[in-house]
């Protein structure tokens, strides 16, 4: 057989070398042979250069509506970007005690809703929360529990933005109310609902560690924006409850204040002319209404770091080219000169090349991963962009997750190119199987449109679970929470499975193609 450069390469002596001798065969046509060299550093030099260009071209003013700056997401208990932001009635609590109330309506309204985008109707979104709450401070972003009713959830049982029990389903009405109480006992926190007042049952405790003497008790209301995915917009959202029955117990001060936690000071028409943020009082009955949310945030808090690595997928195509000729090199004598029909590799060739080819586009990934997201974290943030949170492994497994990532690939292809033995016909089923999937899906749910909305979500979601696609979720830092409802859409990072779970589906179809290809040379061979 010929390599790309013509020298001849004795196919009938492989079978009696070692593998360690075939590594270094291989490795040495490798390093040796121009084009595949330049085509590696050609797949590094895309990612880091199409990951800075996105990074300097995305520009976030400092400057909010109205000339305001522009404030940045607030900080959990974890360190997680999180909305914290709601109507908050309360009073001084110190030491161990209780808050209980009677949730006895919820309702609200829904700015320019579709389909008729001028209108402003009476309704409450799902995730519209009412209830009782025990927060360390009134700083965004401090330690809390809440149990609450929600506008299409039932009664839910929430602390510190990420944790979230379900309570008994159902919502409220004026002869169905629904009784809610907290209790604190040090760092322990317990949550308890009650259809009666009488006999309650406990939904869920909470430990929240450092938690100081004096805490702040009361009710709560807020309202999420109504997000529309297709039309890529979220619309106010108010959320109004009555509660009665109101009762702290324990060393409190008695006296009642009210804030509007997150306030930005930019009021919308409705609230500015109808109705605002606040607490009215009459007979014992509290009327408090609020909008927001208090939960994690996500991909409209800031740019993910993955988001330098945007040029991933291009730089698979250049990866997919090198390893299918590195394969395919080997039968080019055969395939356009009349040539016995043994075939030119073996088992072992063909493994010495997965690892060779798979070493090479790992370092080759990992130097681009290493430049590229420090780099265009910092143009990011030096455009103005805020960068959602993310822990030191969670950066280590999208940095080493994506040169494992092209590893995969470039080793899928070269066992396509094994199967196929011609360049073009392995080079266009790998970049089918595995970038063609990730555009589609991605393209399938672009915002701007809502014709057959779910259906295209639904089919680009089972392309992300299906195909070798599946192992750009390795990629994603930001997770997806049910008690949310976000954009969870591979647009703006978010996959079908979890970050390990698609790289083991891309494991499974390399592991799968070599095993075909393995199983092919032998039959040829034989």
């Known amino acids: 057989m010929a390599d790309d450069r013509g020298q001849i390469v004795r196919a009938d002596k492989a079978p009696s070398e070692g593998l360690a001798q075939l590594l270094c065969v291989e490795w040495t046509k490798f390093r040796t042979t121009r084009g595949w060299v330049i ?22 003013s400092f400057e909010g509506p109205n000339g305001q700056v522009r404030h940045s997401a607030p900080l959990g208990p974890q360190g997680e970007a999180v909305h914290d932001k709601f109507y908050f009635m309360h009073q001084p609590l110190t030491g161990n005690g209780s808050i209980t109330a009677r949730v006895t309506s919820l309702t609200g309204i829904i700015t320019y809703p579709p389909p008729n985008h001028d209108q402003i109707v009476p309704g409450v979104v799902p995730w519209a929360k009412a209830g009782v709450i025990i927060k360390e401070s009134t700083k965004q972003g401090s330690a809390y529990a809440a149990v609450m009713l929600t506008g299409s959830h039932g009664v839910r049982m929430q602390c510190n933005f990420i944790e979230d029990i379900a ?20 760092d322990t926190l317990t949550g308890y609902e009650s259809s009666d007042g009488t006999q309650w049952t406990e939904i869920s405790t909470a ?14 209301v807020t309202s999420p924006g109504d997000l529309t995915i297709s039309e890529g917009a979220s619309r106010f959202t108010q959320a109004t409850a009555a509660f009665d029955h109101v009762s702290v117990q324990g060393n409190a001060s008695g006296t009642w204040g009210g804030d509007e936690i997150g306030a930005t000071g930019i009021l919308t028409d409705w609230e500015r002319f ?3 943020a606040g607490v009215e009082e009459s007979d014992g009955t509290f009327t408090v209404t609020g909008s927001g949310d208090i939960a994690p945030g996500g991909a409209e808090e800031g740019q993910p770091i993955e988001r330098t690595l945007i040029g991933t997928f291009v730089g698979a195509v250049a990866v997919i080219v090198v390893a ?6 080997d039968y080019h004598r055969n395939l356009n000169h009349a040539a016995p029909a043994r075939p030119p590799a073996t088992w072992r060739v063909l493994a010495a090349k997965a690892i060779v080819i798979g070493a090479v586009t790992f370092v080759a990934g990992m130097a681009a991963a290493i430049v590229v997201v420090p780099l265009g974290v910092q143009i990011l943030r030096g455009n103005g962009n805020d960068l959602l949170p993310a822990t030191l492994l969670t950066k280590l497994r999208v ?4 040169a494992a990532l092209l590893a995969l690939f470039a080793i899928f292809a070269l066992a396509l190119g094994a199967m196929f033995r011609r360049r073009l016909a392995a080079v266009a089923a790998a970049i089918a199987v595995i970038v063609v999937p990730y555009v589609v899906a991605i393209a399938l749910v672009l915002p701007g449109s809502e014709s057959q909305w779910e259906l295209r979500l639904a089919a680009s979601r089972w392309l992300l679970r299906l195909t070798p696609a599946a192992g750009f979720a390795i990629q994603q830092s930001i997770p997806e929470y049910s008690h949310v409802i976000g954009p969870y859409t591979p647009g703006f990072g978010y996959y ?13 179809y390399t592991a799968l193609a070599l095993g075909l290809a393995g199983f092919l040379l032998r039959q040829r061979h034989a």
């Open 496 to 508: 079908p499975l979890a970050p390990w779970g698609g790289f083991a589906v891309l494991c499974g």
């Open 207 to 220: 430990h929240l560690a450092g938690l100081p003497a004096t805490v702040e008790a009361g009710l709560f």
């Open 167 to 186: 309570g008994r389903p159902g919502g409220v009405s004026t002869p169905f109310s629904r009784w809610l109480r907290l209790t604190r006992l040090g």
């Open 274 to 276: 109808q109705r605002p």
């Open 324 to 329: 299918v000729t590195f394969i395919t090199a």
């Open 399 to 402: 940095v080493v997750g994506t």
């Open 39 to 60: 085509g590696m550093v050609a797949a590094a030099l895309v990612i880091v250069s199409l990951g800075l260009l996105f990074a300097a071209g995305c520009q976030t």
